[in-house]
């Protein structure tokens, strides 16, 4: 499946050895220079010649040598796969030829760009190459192109990766390619059937009887997210009302239930992204993402095996408003939030001038609970570190005065209020 986990895999597994290798899962090193270019021929396995030698007759980038080994290890109807550096599918000089002849062969048989961040130590993209001698007679005239740079999960910052789902999706699109529907349609059961399984561990009530073959898959994802809401709401309840010693276990309960509703969504979507682009299984080009290019079309692009040459880019959706007008009402909208915002520093600077001049952090001082009250705003609990507290009524308001006193002004009437920090 897709070069079985290829990240940082520095071997060969040979998965079926007879007399010639039947099938091979490879992911070498890239850019490997200094090779000898007399040991490399002498091996003969190079079927479409030996890449650049330098003036120390030396092979200076040995990616064309390790592919032409690979491909001369199949029999007649041996299968490849291998991971090779992004700029393999398009390099020159003498390697061209090489791609060139390689083509020609009819056994190229599917070409995946891969993302940045796949291999733990290293950022750089790649690119996957399957080769299959054995090929139908109807698909030896083409190349299966899928590019996947922007198709995958975000492990962290620094780290992306295919989920098990995205994997079988991947899987899907090279079945349609070669006719197998029947793959592609037990995958959607599979997709349902997983669905319904784990919604039912989850105690989703209301959902996993919902979920069947015939229930689309957006159907199923507006159904878990009104289901993801209530949870939530239940979870917020629930946790005012916890005492103080239980809230921890409480939360991390609620977050696991959570999380489990966000994976059921996620793969959701992932059966969403597939029926979206091929329906029940009707295999065609869709543009950004794959494209079955003939030989004709790869010659006519200078024999580059570079996806992105071939899928094109995604169709943009488009609001179907007039940019010149939709400008207009956003200088509007922005000069109305101006002038709201000028009459809200208007009245900041009004009430400034009844403020003291003190430093109150904790807005929590006899000052800061009288200008709340003025400003109309709700009167807040409060304590004083003072043993001696005095009590007055202003304005028909019970204010906690301590012994340091402070002269201000309510509504026109001066009072003297304290200030504690």
Known sequence: MLVQYFVDTRSIIVLRLFAITLQIIVNPPFNVDKVKSVTAAE?????????????????????????SYFYAYLNESGRAGFVMASSATDSGNKDKPIREALVKTGHVDVMISVGNNFFYTKSLPCSLWFFDKGKPEHLKNTVLFIDARNYYTAVDRTLNEWSPWQMKNLNAIVWLYRGETEKYKQLLYEYHKDLHRKAALAH???IYQLIS?????????????????????????????????????TQAEWDERIAEIDALITEA?????????????EWHDVPGLCKAATLQEIEDHGYSLTPGAYVG????????????????????????LQAESNALMDTISRNKRYAPNISCFRGNCQVCLIERFRLKLHFLPYHYPTPKFQSIRAAKLHITLAPMWYHYQVNGTELNAPCIE
């Open 213 to 249: 073959p015939s229930i689309p898959f957006q159907e199923i994802i507006d159904a878990l997210n009104k289901y993801k809401e209530e949870q939530q709401r239940k979870a917020k309840i629930e946790l005012e009302g916890a005492l103080r010693f239980a809230r921890k276990r």
């Open 269 to 281: 979507k992932e059966g969403l992204w597939l029926t979206e682009k091929f329906g029940d299984g």
């Open 43 to 67: 091996a003969g396995r190079l079927p479409f010649g030996m890449p650049g030698i330098n003036k120390n007759k030396e092979v200076s980038n040995a990616n064309y040598l390790l592919i």
């Open 313 to 336: 880019v995604a169709a943009q959706e488009t609001d179907d408003v007039d940019f010149a007008d939709r400008m207009k009402k956003i200088h509007a909208e922005l000069k109305r």
């Open 204 to 206: 989703a009530e209301g």
